[in-house]
DNA sequence: GTGAAAGCGCTAACAG
DNA sequence: CTGTTAGCGCTTTCAC
């Protein structure tokens, strides 16, 4: 492939004069940009990255790590980040976890040989020997989305996840619901027990009893939730109302529910967490808690950028988002 | 950050050991491999991918080019590739066209920049102006998806959209439909014409006419799709059918039929295809013809490496794979 | 197995 | 603006 010097060859200029107009890097002539400029569309030249990182030491490469791209909240996220670095002019390697935090180490390990220039990361785990496990991974400026860890300094972008638990469960509390089953994610992520928590306090303040055993423990995964759901639902007592955490729970719960031959909302109510993308075909339509995704991804890369770009230090603070409750079909009073 | 020459600094060995030990290039000895690989460990030493690129010529980099992340349909694609490429070796930028072909050849370059080994395809136009484009900007193997570009030398994987198209249609035309309107891709993309190309078949085999007036123009789109829906349903001679020919359409007329207060089958059936992850929470749901993703995606990246390693020679065939007519309830007889 | 050396393509610094 | 130069971290070759 043609390199810098065919470029400075073709335009009849120093290589040094190249790359200063390629990189706006020093006073060029008009005159001397258009030269260059032809011989670099005659050729066909494309400077070569690995060249450029290994020389300037900035790979201009960010990472994104997510639980898993096939999951509509998640696509969101890749796609707006993708398009937001590359305005910036920063190329993205976008990754699923599957929610696995060994997986999570071995991709910063390729992130890391990659030498990107930044991270954002939605990890699997919460507690302090996961935060450990990061810091000695990662050398990068980083923020955190939605999981917390423990013991990281990384700024962290998330919704106000127990007010998130909160808005739902006295949405149900209100609708007269007593008996709430509640799909937990996994056990040790703060997205989750802070949901839980959130849901705690609705019951609480309410004076009423938290019902303890009828939190269904999971992981986030849909298979999980259709096969806790069918059990729930086949059990004594059944509950009047179920809320589930996070967006595959509530497909696998749906799922399940359907499959009993149970109808929504008239023999069960269900309210839940995060949003899809046409609510309207569903059936039924989900009431649901919704985070601004959008904006909270673009704070999170404008956060990111700053600290890359300007060196800017983490405040290790966490930026909450209000979490809003949209009333669709999918609970009934009692 | 740790280099080679301290990893060898602290084994006590030569650097082109230690170079032997990451890449199994030498023979080295038991003692060797470990003393070295202590090392690094205990210094935390990564590799610089970028000088590996520059000095070897190889990035193990692979492009993955989609028209919109956001897509199921693409995100499992995506997925199934990530994990296959990291598997042998190679890390992927998956990135988003937006159906746009300026998007396209501006993502091209930015792989180029990047040295990518490979690129996997899903382009956004079949002319031979556009496959005169992508030669000029393409130099690396690369194996297409989904749609066809004339003029390009490369392995191409695609299901039988004429079939899908025909299987579809035939379909609704057993069930007693006539008047079936179908909601079609851009023009100048195979995938779209290929299909309508099956729909016209399934008609003229029967001895039946065309209905050419019912062929609603789109660009893949859920929001067109949606208006355009609308409009056909509150026009004359309602159509007693629809068929949609992928799933963002197929969301954009079942939420445009919902919108309109008509109920699906009961006013309208609908035969699509491409499938959702999960129907069964869906309103109706959806009878479609599929194509087996995750064979042909396999099938694609194991011709792309086959290419990249062993140097093989495109053979500019088509691979087409089989699609499978799944019924559900959304087609009802007339 | 060692140790030295060349060079991938680029940036950045410098004297002219 | 030119022309030259050093060197980023690595792979690869070669004589030992």
Same mark, same amino acid.
């Given at each position: ?11 009849? /200029?120093?290589?040094?004069?190249? *790359? ?11 005159? /001397? ?22 020389? @300037?030491?900035n790979s201009r490469l960010i990472g994104l790590?997510?639980?898993?791209? @096939?999951?509509?909240?998640? @696509? ?6 993708? !398009?937001?670095c590359?305005?910036a002019?920063y ?18 390990? +390729?992130m890391r040989?990659?030498r990107v220039a930044g991270l954002i990361l ?10 450990? !496990?990061l +810091?000695?991974?990662i050398n990068v400026p980083t923020v955190l989305? $939605?999981?917390? &860890?423990? $013991?990281v300094p990384f700024d962290i ?12 469960? *006295? ?7 007593? !008996? ?8 040790? &992520? ?41 059990? /729930? ?19 696998? &719960? ?13 023999? /069960? ?31 999170a890369i404008a956060k990111l950028l700053d600290q890359i770009e300007r060196g800017t230090l983490p405040t290790g603070?966490?930026? #909450?988002?209000?979490?809003? #409750?949209?009333?669709?079909? @999918?609970?009934?009073?009692?």
């Open positions: 492939m043609a390199t810098i010097r065919d470029v400075a060859k073709r335009a009849g /200029v120093a290589i040094s004069t190249v *790359s200063a107009v390629i990189n706006r890097s020093a006073p060029t002539s008009d005159a /001397v940009i258009d030269r260059v400029e032809r011989a670099i569309a005659e050729i066909g030249y494309t400077p070569h990255g690995a060249a450029r990182t290994l020389r @300037s030491g790590i997510i639980p898993d791209i @096939s999951n509509p909240h998640f @696509s969101r996220v890749a796609r707006i980040t993708e !398009r937001a590359m305005t002019g190329m993205t390697f976008v990754y699923d976890t599957d929610e696995d935090f060994e997986q999570e180490l071995q991709i910063l390990k +390729m040989s990659q939605i990890s699997t785990r919460s507690d302090a020997d996961h935060g450990r !496990r +810091m000695a991974e989305r $939605g999981c917390y &860890v423990e $013991g972008v998330t919704m106000d996840e127990q007010r998130a638990g909160y808005l739902a469960t *006295s949405h149900l509390l209100d609708l007269g619901h007593r !008996r709430i089953a509640i799909f937990a994610g996994r056990t040790g &992520v703060s997205t989750s027990e802070e949901r839980l928590e959130g849901a705690r306090l609705a019951f609480t303040e309410r004076k009423l009893r938290f019902p303890e055993e009828l939190v269904v423990p999971g992981d986030f995964s849909e298979r999980r939730a259709f096969e806790a759901v069918r059990e /729930v639902m086949a059990g004594p007592e059944r509950p009047s109302a179920v809320f589930t955490l996070s967006i595959l729970m509530t497909v696998g &719960v749906m799922r399940g529910v359907a499959s009993t031959g149970l109808s929504m909302p008239r023999d /069960v109510s269900l309210a839940a967490i995060d949003d899809f993308d046409w609510p309207e075909i569903m059936n039924p339509q989900p009431t649901t808690v919704v985070q601004p995704v959008e904006e909270m991804t673009e704070v603070r966490r930026l #909450l988002f209000e979490p809003k #409750l949209i009333v669709r079909g @999918s609970a009934a009073p009692l």
